[in-house]
């Protein structure tokens, strides 16, 4: 497991955000699906604005006028800020256990969004969107190019023309960590929540990496619950996502580094952030 945004926010953690619920390429696994206990390792472990991609996307989106689409939104660590901040968001995710969290945090906090149990690879709408935004690098979840290729075309699609795409990615230099990461965390009632990653394998030709994730939850020194679940991930080249935005449709293709507005990416930034837009 890669571990892009570590030293932006202080800390080791997964950073993605939603479900994918895809086919591994060489595998016929689920991959990337976030079962029950992830999401709500993935709750405790992501608090609204604990990562520093929020408040640079609010900055980017604010006085947004137009409806903005959040594919894989998870349990509304981006979402939520984003109503909060008066914007009008809609979302979808493959995975059921987070699209709950992500209603009753919404909910709590007085909001009611448009959101749906659908996944990425076949998601659809009755309308198009003035914005999609994937926050956090969970585009490298799609683990194939093909795939990938095929969403960004989906994106394409699904905006108005002059339509805005903002993404998150981890550079290909996530492709060198060892994927290890073993944490832990205590739940209000008194749980001891672990996770233990470990990396299985690394294509370095298809730029993919595979790591097999172990939950656990404890209670009274006992062990009462237990998951394991595959993560794949695609990381891309600079040049090669350009290239890719371009070939899906996109235009006036930019790239800020490491959550520095303005800022071109530099050697060793853990980030890129793209915008491009549909003609």
Known sequence: ?????????????????????????????????????????????????????????????????????????????????????????????????????????????????????????????????????????????????????????????????GGLLVLDLQGLSALRDDGADRRRWTTPDGDLLTLEGVRVKTDWGAQRIESMLRYERWRDHRLVEAHMEPMAQRCWGREEFALALGAAGFVEVSVTGNYVRGRPPRTGDQVLTFEARRP
């Open 1 to 161: 497991m890669c571990a892009a945004l570590t030293a932006l926010a202080g800390g080791r953690f997964k950073a993605f955000e939603g479900s994918s619920m895809l086919k591994s390429n060489d595998s016929t696994l689920l991959v990337n699906r976030y079962g029950a206990l992830a999401a709500q390792i993935y709750d405790i472990d992501k608090p609204l604005g604990a990562l520093p991609d929020t408040a640079f996307h609010l900055t980017r989106f604010n006085g947004f006028r137009g409806e903005i689409l959040e594919p894989a939104c998870g349990t509304g660590r981006t979402l939520l800020p984003f109503l909060e901040a008066g914007l009008r968001i809609a979302g979808f995710d493959a995975s059921h256990d987070m699209l709950d969290l992500c209603r009753s945090r919404c909910a709590t906090a007085g909001f009611t969004p448009d959101l749906s149990l659908q996944r990425l690879e076949d998601f659809a709408y009755d309308r198009l969107f003035d914005a999609i935004i994937m926050p956090v690098g969970t585009f490298s979840l799609i683990d194939g190019f093909e795939a990938a290729m095929a969403l960004l075309r989906r994106f394409h699609d699904q905006l108005h023309p």
